[in-house]
């Protein structure tokens, strides 16, 4: 039986590339202790369990897990966006206020940019100035193509580059709570946030 | 007895594999055309040719897959990857019942599908890509205006059960490529990407106030009526969701082409 794990482990190895480093992780650890999963004791349904590196609007990378406890305001947005973003941001920060008017510490509001390429840590360091989206709570996030994707299939963000500086995106607003879960998602703009405040307002400490 | 299974599985199966992964693939040569949606403001998009997976991935294909990577395995996989009917028809993590071992596989998610294709070193196609190939018929690379093929492309859509039929049973397209058409619909990366909604079903047009340049991406041949069900169905499904109708088959960069076109 051991043999056959070996082998199996040495397959595991040969069939995969980088993409799946995760996944080659994962079997290894599998196959170290005989078919008993010791997968991180996560929520199946958390997003702790992308194990996707981000950088910050400081040049920081951070992973979801980094964020464990807190709860998460989350928006797909892009900087060049002239039509929606300013008021999705606007949306953010108006929530923020409320939710601040309670005293809460553990919550996060994350901006992650469908437009990786463009969007540096500079450029959103320059979005949070300008649309008065700073302090510690405000987290802005730049992954790849890819990340940015598989993290928009998650919250179910459509998005499409439609010319270089342009995407059309659906306006969402998720909220997870301090497992990673998500339990909310506001959807359009300027619509009545009363909701989506109440939510973090329940799962915050 | 699990044992001896899994010992029948390493032996029989995993040696087969070595040449299994090799599965046929046919070039398709790119081209430039105009989908039916998101297209960008010229409307047209290039296609750099690209080679396709000549069937669709089968339920015994994606055994191999889940034997090699556990965590695809039924009792294993994260909810937040895939919903509770995944691989449903499968007894257990590895039971694919015989008659549907040649079927393609079904009930996966669009991550599942998708770390299929990068296990393979391969990828899942762009909405652009499987649509281009799509629009070819047995003797023409652009059969969307010929009303016979698509006739029978959306009386397709209405047989029921379609998925339980085998893979490459029919006469191939242009390209040499099976069953795009006709067992079930199939992941594609991008497939989040057309915004046509529950909201603007309900609207009857594209809300502005949901969709940042929403209006900039519009139906330009509402005559493709199948096309149109395609993303439809593309547009009402999260990527956790798997489906009975929903397959997938990978794609894989030509990377003559890549490398001619770095030179020019």
């Not at chain 1, 206020?97 to 469908?114: E, P, R, T």
């Not at chain 1, 709570?177 to 989506?196: C, S």
């Not at chain 2, 034997?67 to 294993?76: A, D």
């Not at chain 2, 079930?184 to 949901?210: A, H, K, M, P």
Request: proline share 3%; hydrophobic share 40%.
């Amino acid at each position: 039986m051991k043999k056959l794990i070996i082998l199996f482990a040495i397959l595991s190895f040969w069939a995969c590339n980088s993409a799946q480093n995760e996944a080659e992780s994962n079997t290894n650890k599998e196959n170290a202790t005989s078919g008993i999963t010791s997968r991180e004791e996560f929520n199946d349904l958390s997003i702790y369990n992308i194990s996707t590196v981000w950088n910050t609007q400081h040049g920081e990378e951070i992973t979801f897990k980094d964020l464990e406890g807190h709860v998460l305001a989350v928006v797909m947005v892009y900087t060049s966006c002239k039509t929606a973003c300013p008021r999705l941001a606007a949306d953010m920060r108006n929530i923020e206020k409320q939710v601040s008017a309670k005293n809460k510490m553990n919550v996060k509001y994350v901006l992650i940019s469908i437009d990786p390429e463009m969007d540096t840590p500079e450029r959103l360091t320059q979005f949070g100035k300008d649309y008065k989206l700073e302090g510690d709570q405000w987290l802005f996030l730049q992954g790849t193509e890819e990340t940015v994707r598989e993290f928009a299939n998650v919250v179910a963000v459509k998005y499409k580059e439609i010319s270089p500086m342009d995407f059309s995106h659906s306006n969402i607003i998720s909220v997870f709570d301090a497992e990673g879960v998500m339990q909310h998602q506001q959807e359009g703009l300027n619509v009545d946030n009363k909701e989506t405040v109440a939510k973090i307002i329940e799962l915050s400490k | 007895m699990l044992r001896y299974f899994k010992i029948f599985l390493f032996f029989v199966i995993v040696p087969f594999n070595i040449w299994a992964q090799e599965v046929e693939m046919q070039l398709v040569s790119g081209g430039i055309y105009t989908p039916l949606y998101g297209s960008t403001e010229e409307s047209q998009v290039e296609i750099p040719g690209f080679f396709m997976d000549a069937k669709p991935v089968t339920h015994e294909q994606f055994q191999l897959f889940v034997l090699q990577y556990p965590e695809w395995r039924k009792s294993n996989v994260r909810r937040l990857y895939a919903d509770e009917s995944y691989l449903n028809s499968w007894k257990g993590d590895f039971g694919v019942p015989r008659q549907l071992k040649n079927s393609p596989v079904n009930n996966v998610s669009w991550y599942a599908a998708k770390a299929y294709c990068e296990c393979q070193d391969k990828r899942l196609p762009t909405t652009d890509e499987w649509e281009f190939v799509a629009m070819a018929s047995e003797k023409s690379v652009d059969a969307r205006e010929d009303s016979l093929f698509n006739q029978r492309i959306v009386s397709s859509y209405e047989k029921p059960k379609t998925f339980l039929k085998e893979v490459g049973k029919t006469t191939p397209n242009y390209y040499g490529i099976y069953d795009l058409h006709g067992l079930v619909w199939e992941w594609v990366y991008d497939f989040n990407s057309i915004i046509i909604t529950e909201e603007s079903r309900s609207n009857n047009s594209t809300d502005n106030n949901l969709f940042c340049a929403g209006g900039a991406v519009s139906a330009n041949d509402l005559m493709n009526y199948a096309a149109f069900m395609r993303y439809a169905i593309r547009s009402s499904v999260k990527a956790r969701n798997t489906m009975s109708n929903m397959g997938f088959r990978c794609v894989k960069d030509d990377t003559k082409v890549l490398s001619s076109k770095l030179i020019y």
